[in-house]
């Protein structure tokens, strides 16, 4: 059985900095893109970053680029996100998933982890 599981979340003051991982089990991804995905309350889930297979390529959305750093280690199986200089409105459910063609590929969402930034 195929599982991501989210880890590193927490409470933290603005300007603070979090370190997410993303764990694979079952399978390897080595070979996909992987990305970050948050989601706030009331709000759609929304892409944060992205990375290539080889991590070569990083994507990253407007709102978090430049205090976010994405990152992979195949032979562990498992991004990481660094978040820097975080502000409140980075409060939200953080996820991980394999792409396919710049979309995630349904059935792998984790449990998420929840990060709370304070004003």
């Known amino acids: 059985q195929v599982q991501l599981a989210e880890s590193g979340g927490g409470l933290v003051q603005a300007g603070g900095s979090l370190r997410l991982a993303c764990a694979a089990s079952?399978?390897?991804?080595?070979?996909?893109?992987l990305g970050w995905f948050r989601q706030a309350p009331g709000k759609e889930r929304e892409v944060v970053a992205a990375i290539t297979w080889s991590g070569v390529i990083t994507y990253y959305a407007v709102s978090v680029k430049g205090r976010f750093t994405i990152s992979r280690d195949n032979a562990k199986n498992t991004v990481y996100l660094q978040m820097n200089s975080l502000k409140p409105e980075d409060t939200a459910i953080y996820y991980c998933?394999?792409?396919?063609?710049?979309?995630?590929?349904?059935?792998?969402w984790g449990q998420g982890t929840q990060v709370t930034v304070s004003s």
């Open positions: 998933a394999p792409l396919e063609a710049g979309k995630p590929i349904q059935g792998y």
């Open positions: 079952g399978r390897t991804f080595s070979s996909y893109a």
